[in-house]
Nanobody, 128 residues
Framework: QVQLVESGGGLVQAGGSLRLSCTAS????????MGWFRQAPGKEREFVAA????????YYADSVKGRFTISRDNAKNTMYLQMNSLKPEDTAIYYC?????????????????????WGQGTQVTVSS
């Protein structure tokens, strides 16, 4: 079982940047597929980005492609989300999520239902 803690959220002006971190503990970090999701007020939780066990394969929602970069450092048990050119519509609570997959991964990476473990979330607010 893994525990996840997000950090790095805050208030930023449109066009600015933030870097979110997700630190894991309690299990072998490299055994997990990792993802970022977000949820804005009144909306459903949506996929943002995901990475395979070593960061060699990444996936992005169309809405963030070219602006956000997901990465991970298995030696530090940490995943990151670099967010550039932020827009007011990026305002949401951002969650990191983990899916235990020590071998071949048969999931899609995109579905929130595929992830077993979740952090508590960190608020990102982008002002116009």
């Amino acid at each position: 079982q893994v525990q996840l803690v997000e950090s790095g959220g805050g208030l930023v002006q449109a066009g600015g940047s933030l870097r979110l971190s997700c630190t894991a503990s309690g299990s072998t970090f490299s055994s997990y597929v990792m993802g970022w999701f977000r949820q804005a007020p009144g909306k459903e939780r949506e996929f943002v980005a995901a990475t395979n066990w070593n960061g060699g394969t990444t996936y992005y929602a169309d809405s963030v492609k070219g602006r956000f970069t997901i990465s991970r450092d298995n030696a530090k048990n940490t995943m990151y989300l670099q967010m550039n050119s932020l827009k007011p519509e990026d305002t949401a609570i951002y969650y990191c999520a983990a899916d235990y997959s020590p071998g071949y991964y048969s999931g899609t990476y995109y579905g929130a239902w595929e992830y077993e473990y979740w952090g508590q979330g960190t608020q990102v607010t982008v002002s116009s």
